[in-house]
């Protein structure tokens, strides 16, 4: 389950290079797609990889995860915003094609039923990638989150508003509340990724190496997950005994 890279580079491109070839052999892919700066270079490299090999991407469904609530799609923190620049519009994707849940919205609860229904009519997740919180959240579900739970609305927790906190110039600036997919809609995908890189990182992979499925660490539910490969880069695999790790050259 716990695979390792000797860096951040090789992970980003063995999954970009994975994401290209499930993207060639199925094209009308749905893809579950997560942000953060571990992302950054798997969306650069699939972009480029694009853009040496062409691929026809027009088939292609995306949902992503999350998104803050109060950040209209234009603002550059949003992660609407942030997809757009990172991957959307380098791959010439259509909005048509990208779903994400809407921060300003005027009925969230109808936003919330209508993106899970959404995900469940379009055949579901074939494949969805994570990141992970410094407290285990996947998504923005954060610690204590139901493991039955749907798309909704989070208030965020004091250590996750400090991590993120730290893409906007003007903390204050800084959303309380977010929208996200729920545990079991990530659940629901056909096959799951994480990811974490870096020496922050280290820690909560190791509490989630040793945890049990447990709603105080989000992310152990994958443990219970039939399909479900966690790649890390060496420093955020250092706390986790080296036997348990398949090194990925
Ligand atoms: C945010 C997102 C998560 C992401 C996490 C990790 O909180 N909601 O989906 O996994 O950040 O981000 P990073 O990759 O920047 O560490």
Do not use: W
Request: charged share 20%.
């Amino acid at each position: 389950m716990f695979y390792v890279f000797p860096d951040e580079q090789q992970l980003a491109s063995h999954v970009s290079e994975k994401l290209y070839q499930r993207i060639a052999s199925q094209p009308d892919i749905k893809l579950g797609l997560a942000t953060g700066s571990t992302m950054e270079p798997v969306y650069r490299h699939l972009a480029d990889k694009i853009r040496q090999q062409p691929l026809n991407v027009g088939a292609l469904t995306t949902f992503n995860l999350d998104e803050y609530i109060g950040l209209a799609a234009s603002h550059p923190q949003s992660y609407n915003y942030y997809m757009h620049q990172q991957l959307f519009d380098k791959i010439l994707l259509e909005d048509r094609q990208c779903f994400l849940p809407s921060g300003t919205c005027n009925n969230i609860e109808q936003e919330c039923r209508q993106y899970s229904d959404k995900i469940r009519q379009l055949g579901g997740l074939d494949l969805q990638l994570l990141g992970i919180g410094t407290n285990g959240h996947i998504g923005f579900n954060e610690p204590g989150t139901p493991f039955d739970s749907r798309t909704h609305v989070v208030e965020l927790s004091a250590n996750t508003i400090a991590d993120n906190s730290r893409f906007f110039t003007d903390k204050s600036q800084m959303p309380t509340k977010a929208i996200t997919m729920g545990i079991l809609d990530i659940m629901e995908a056909r096959e799951i990724l994480l990811l974490a890189t870096g020496a922050h990182k280290a820690e909560v992979m190791a509490r989630l190496f040793h945890s049990q499925p447990d709603t105080g660490m989000p992310a152990s539910v994958l443990k219970q997950h039939p399909r479900i490969k966690i790649f890390l880069d060496a420093s955020a695999a250092a706390l986790i005994p080296s036997s348990q790790l398949t090194r990925v050259e």
